[in-house]
């Protein structure tokens, strides 16, 4: 039997992307009520492969795992013979036959779709350049948790058309929400992504245009890891798009603001926004844990 992979945001149907982020909420739930559920994937381990650095990824999945009762084992290039030069295909096969899960955080998002490919247990895209779907799930728990199904909401996307926006793009179209992504020129989402998503998402070079009437303000830094060289260039560029107060003020008056973190204070956000009321940004970065929880206990079971 094939395993089940998350390396996009689209690989689970609408039902179940549901079903997994009520099962992070109730996770939630147990957890801080000291209810334990370390019997949920005991003796079961998660690969993580990282060739890109991370804070939250690297943590909200290992203790995640741990909290299931699973081991989780942090694999660097350095570590590993990728970083030697062994085809993908082949430590696929290797590490699939080894552990119980695969996480892959990298950048070409060919890589983890080459690595699923060969591999025998489920994979799980932790970030590539074209999407990031782990993160999607956070969001949009924080998002059930405050505010109910985000089923028919307006939400604004102020940045850059990048791999977080890619994912909102996906999840609009998959759970039936309104996306309005103000992009600047040159930096709109991939063409093939807007392709599949057109009913529901709308790109603008308006950020308060995007921010008007929406539920959720999201954004994300203006240069991400491996564009540091472009970052004078983007800051130009991006110059109309600061969240600041006054957009927030265009949204709906208990609209939700969010950022994957981390976040540049007084580049792409105001400290008054990211510290304000209106900010979920310390519930979305738990989330993960929480999130990732509930998905790695989905695809291990439907593995066997």
């Not at 030069?85 to 096969?93: F, K, L, Q, S, V």
């Not at 552990?99 to 060919?110: L, Q």
């Not at 998959?174 to 063409?191: G, H, N, Q, V």
Request: proline share 3%.
């Amino acid at each position: 039997m094939n395993p089940r992979h998350f390396l996009s945001f689209l690989d689970l149907s609408a039902e179940e992307t549901r079903a997994v982020l009520h099962r992070a909420i109730e996770l939630k739930r147990q957890l801080k009520a000291g209810e334990h559920h370390d019997d949920l994937l005991r003796g079961k381990t998660l690969g993580m492969i990282f060739e890109k650095s991370s804070t939250r990824t690297r943590v909200s999945f290992e203790v995640g795992m741990q909290q299931l009762g699973g081991n989780a084992l942090f694999l660097s290039p350095r570590d590993t013979q990728l970083g030697r030069g062994e085809p993908i295909e082949d430590t696929a096969r290797v590490l699939s036959r080894m552990v119980d899960c695969v996480m892959i955080r990298t950048y070409e998002h060919e890589k983890v779709e080459l690595f699923a490919r060969h591999s025998s247990v489920p994979v799980i895209n932790g970030l590539t350049d074209l999407e990031h779907p782990a993160q999607l799930l956070a969001d949009l728990q924080t998002f059930f948790e405050y505010r109910g199904d985000i089923r028919g909401k307006r939400v604004a996307w102020i940045g850059d058309g990048n791999n977080m926006c890619h994912s909102y793009m996906y999840a609009a179209h998959l759970l039936d929400f309104e996306l309005m992504a103000a992009c600047p020129e040159d930096y709109e989402p991939e063409s093939s992504v807007l392709e599949a998503t057109r009913d529901h998402v709308t790109v603008t070079r308006d950020a308060g245009e995007a921010a008007a009437g929406a539920d959720l303000v999201v954004t994300d830094v203006w240069a991400s890891m491996g564009q540091e060289q472009e970052k004078s260039a983007r800051r130009q560029a991006f110059a109309g798009f600061f969240v600041d107060q006054a957009l927030m003020d265009r949204a709906q008056p208990n609209a939700l603001f969010m950022h994957c973190l981390p976040a540049h204070r007084e580049e792409e956000v105001a400290t008054d926004v990211l510290e304000g009321p209106q900010s979920v940004v310390w519930d979305e970065a738990e989330n993960r844990l929480h999130a990732q929880k509930a998905l790695m206990e989905f695809l291990v079971r439907a593995a066997g």
